[in-house]
């Protein structure tokens, strides 16, 4: 009887074991996709400018991962019109035709400029009210 009582106890130690493992393996993978579902944003900029350093710090403060292409950077044109082709030249923003800086691009989307109304509309597209 002794025999059988030691070996249900490892048996529930095992299962608890396991159980916890489990639930730390799942709580690992659902805090992975919770990150990857966040919305691409891409920031086009020159580093300098006011409204590009009010983006940036828009988007330090609220957390938001961005891809950013500076101006310096030797593809900058090249990757610039790839993205600026996809909205047909139009923005919205401070700039209606791309003729500010920051120029930022998340989803469906496309900003040139950087102000509270920007801000705002990112807020709302990256879904952070």
Partial sequence: MKKYTIWIIILILMLFIV?????FIW??????????????VIMFHNGTGPM???AIEFFE??????TEHLTSDPDFSVQLEIYMAKFNGESEGFSGDF???????????AFSGFDDVVERDLMEILKLN
């Fill in 19 to 23: 159980t916890v493992a489990g639930w």
């Fill in 99 to 109: 003729g500010y800086y920051p120029m930022i691009f998340a989803g469906d989307r």
């Fill in 61 to 66: 403060s609220n957390d938001i991962k961005y």
């Fill in 27 to 40: 709580k690992r993978t659902n805090n992975e996709e919770k990150e990857s579902q966040q919305m691409e």
């Fill in 52 to 54: 590009c350093l009010d």
